[in-house]
């Protein structure tokens, strides 16, 4: 069985902590090379180099303008008016999609308000 030295500790093997592998110092010197080639070997109508290139492309988001509704208007017809500019093409599926969970939200958050108010008014009339 081998004795540990001063010399001879585990943690004193291997490269020092934070230093790059070789792997990781290739790639810092070749690496702007290697996506060069990608992009040509893409552009010139290699289509493996093209997804390739293409899955670190970002995707863009859809921007529409923004969705204004009648603040007197009821919870459900905004929400017809939220389905109708889905239908027409004014806003995106997502979009209206997140509109309609929103609204869910809300109508939550007004039942908890109207039963804070409920207990309320029940418990100032026992007093």
Known sequence: MAKFTTDNQPENRGRKVGSPNKRTQKFRQQGNKLLDNLMDSALEGDYDAARLVLQFVPKPKSTFPPVTFETKATLT???KSVFGAVG???IAPDVGSQLIQALGGLTKIIELDELQE???RLE????
């Open 118 to 120: 409920r207990l309320e």
């Open 88 to 90: 027409n093409g004014s």
């Open 77 to 79: 017809d905004t929400a």
């Open 124 to 127: 100032n009339a026992a007093n």
